[in-house]
């Protein structure tokens, strides 16, 4: 059972994940530009279809479904004329992706108190991580002083990759190892995927208490009431989203890396794969933390025995705002060792480390680079991805 201690509490919490499933990504196809002429169904299908297989953000739509969305953008407005009946019941879903609906404030989650989720209530509205575009500041062009700082930043951060560390046997940290067009390309993904069927939600717990962070599943749901892993959420029935491939070749070289850095450190006898396996990624827990968010002390324990036996490593991306991770040997938030994960991190725990205790204090607001933020329109916070075979 995987259990999430509140930092400051005693109290044991179980940790609550709830999940729906949208398609597996589809690769873009290119597609002529929407005619005016074609019928409003056609055009929102097209339009639909594109924003659901669309490997980039709101901000970089193709051209064509920017046009539609107009259109949809007014249909929805009146109340759904000309829409087939098929999108009526992804009404909110639609208006999440256009920007009609209410948004969430900042960093806050989009679902209905009240209303009943996994824990009692299941997400009407689901998490955007990603700011709507108008709220976007005016960009104004950045001036000599600037570039120069941002290109020293730049500088600085390929060095900082020279900082990788075995922070103890089969504990692996990867400083800015995620380069800035995978870095766009993950909070692209993790936004589309978000906002769709079985996209962000923040869990609670039975008593009604909330998780400080917005949870969603890849490969397979985690049930917070059965500690299971399952194919098919309980609650709505629904698939979990498939884990891109572009994020599994992703975890394979960091992976390969950590596979060197030990190397390094140990000498050529020592047997790499014995302190740190490989692993196969068929399950991702996404989290995404607001300004206050964090996470309890607790361990990762729902995969197969197999699994844990043997040791197979969590994969874990850090993206956005820096946060203080917490682990060590035991519960005791007193006796945990804290590294700080930074946007671009890979951190991996496997071998001998795969059972520590491990949790997040605090995150660290406004440390995401600039360009990032520009370019993703990320919220404030930090995405993480732990990557897990079960
Ligand atoms: O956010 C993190 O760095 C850790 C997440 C985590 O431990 C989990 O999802 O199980
Ligand atoms: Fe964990």
């Given at each position: 059972?995987?259990?999430?201690?509140?930092?400051?509490?005693p109290?044991?919490a179980?940790?609550?994940?709830?999940?729906?499933?949208?398609?597996?990504?589809?690769?873009?196809?290119p597609?002529?530009?929407a005619?005016?002429?074609?019928?409003l169904?056609?055009?929102?299908?097209?339009?639909?279809?594109?924003?659901?297989?669309?490997?980039?953000?709101?901000s970089?739509?193709?051209?064509?479904v920017r046009?539609?969305?107009?259109t949809?953008?007014?249909?929805?407005?009146?109340?759904d004329?000309?829409l087939p009946?098929?999108?009526?019941?992804?009404?909110?879903?639609?208006?999440?992706?256009?920007?009609?609906?209410?948004?969430?404030a900042?960093?806050?989650?989009?679902?209905?108190?009240?209303?009943?989720d996994?824990?009692?209530?299941?997400?009407s509205?689901?998490?955007d991580?990603?700011?709507?575009?108008?709220?976007?500041?005016?960009?104004?062009?950045?001036?000599?002083?600037?570039q120069?700082?941002?290109?020293?930043?730049?500088?600085?951060?390929a060095?900082i990759?020279?900082?990788?560390?075995?922070l103890?046997?089969?504990?692996?940290?990867l400083?800015?190892?995620?380069?800035h067009?995978d870095?766009?390309?993950?909070i692209?993904?993790c936004?589309?995927?978000?906002?769709?069927?079985?996209g962000?939600?923040?869990?609670?717990?039975?008593?009604g208490?909330?998780?400080?962070?917005?949870?969603?599943?890849l490969?397979?749901?985690?049930?917070?009431?059965t500690?299971?892993?399952?194919?098919?959420?309980?609650?709505?029935?629904?698939?979990a989203?498939q884990i891109?491939?572009?994020?599994?070749?992703l975890?394979?070289e960091?992976?390969?890396?950590?596979h060197?850095?030990?190397?390094q450190h140990?000498?050529s006898?020592?047997p790499v794969?014995?302190?740190l396996?490989?692993?196969?990624?068929?399950?991702?827990?996404v989290n995404?933390?607001?300004?206050?968010g964090?996470?309890?002390?607790?361990?990762?324990?729902?995969?197969?025995?197999?699994?844990?036996d043997q040791?197979?490593?969590?994969?874990?991306?850090?993206l956005?705002?820096?946060?203080d991770?917490l682990y060590?040997?035991?519960?005791?938030?007193?006796?945990?060792?804290?590294?700080?994960?930074?946007?671009g991190?890979?951190?991996?725990?496997?071998?001998?480390?795969?059972?520590?205790?491990?949790?997040v204090?605090?995150i660290?607001?406004g440390?995401?680079?600039?360009?990032?933020v520009?370019?993703?329109l990320?919220?404030?916070?930090?995405?993480?991805?732990?990557?897990?075979q079960f």
């Amino acid at each position: 059972m995987l259990l999430y201690l509140p930092l400051r509490s005693p109290v044991l919490a179980t940790r609550c994940r709830a999940f729906r499933a949208p398609t597996t990504p589809i690769p873009l196809r290119p597609r002529p530009p929407a005619r005016r002429s074609l019928p409003l169904p056609r055009q929102v299908k097209m339009a639909w279809e594109d924003m659901l297989h669309d490997h980039h953000p709101r901000s970089r739509q193709p051209p064509h479904v920017r046009q539609v969305v107009q259109t949809l953008k007014a249909s929805v407005h009146q109340g759904d004329k000309g829409l087939p009946p098929s999108f009526s019941k992804n009404k909110e879903h639609l208006q999440v992706v256009l920007g009609t609906g209410d948004s969430p404030a900042r960093g806050e989650c989009s679902t209905k108190i009240g209303s009943p989720d996994l824990c009692g209530s299941v997400p009407s509205v689901s998490f955007d991580i990603c700011l709507p575009q108008k709220a976007r500041p005016i960009k104004l062009n950045p001036s000599l002083l600037q570039q120069n700082r941002e290109k020293r930043k730049e500088r600085e951060q390929a060095k900082i990759s020279n900082q990788n560390m075995r922070l103890q046997p089969g504990m692996i940290l990867l400083k800015n190892f995620l380069k800035h067009n995978d870095q766009v390309e993950i909070i692209g993904q993790c936004q589309r995927l978000g906002v769709g069927s079985g996209g962000f939600y923040q869990p609670g717990y039975e008593d009604g208490a909330k998780l400080s962070l917005q949870m969603m599943c890849l490969g397979k749901n985690w049930d917070p009431q059965t500690s299971l892993y399952e194919d098919i959420r309980r609650v709505d029935g629904t698939k979990a989203p498939q884990i891109p491939l572009h994020f599994k070749k992703l975890v394979e070289e960091a992976i390969q890396a950590s596979h060197a850095l030990v190397q390094q450190h140990t000498g050529s006898s020592h047997p790499v794969k014995a302190e740190l396996p490989n692993m196969l990624p068929d399950l991702c827990i996404v989290n995404f933390y607001s300004n206050n968010g964090k996470l309890g002390l607790h361990q990762d324990k729902d995969e197969s025995r197999e699994s844990l036996d043997q040791g197979l490593p969590v994969v874990s991306f850090s993206l956005g705002d820096t946060a203080d991770f917490l682990y060590g040997d035991s519960r005791d938030v007193n006796k945990a060792n804290s590294v700080r994960l930074e946007n671009g991190d890979v951190l991996i725990f496997g071998g001998q480390s795969r059972h520590i205790f491990h949790g997040v204090l605090r995150i660290h607001p406004g440390t995401a680079p600039k360009r990032l933020v520009e370019e993703t329109l990320l919220r404030p916070g930090r995405l993480n991805l732990t990557f897990r075979q079960f």
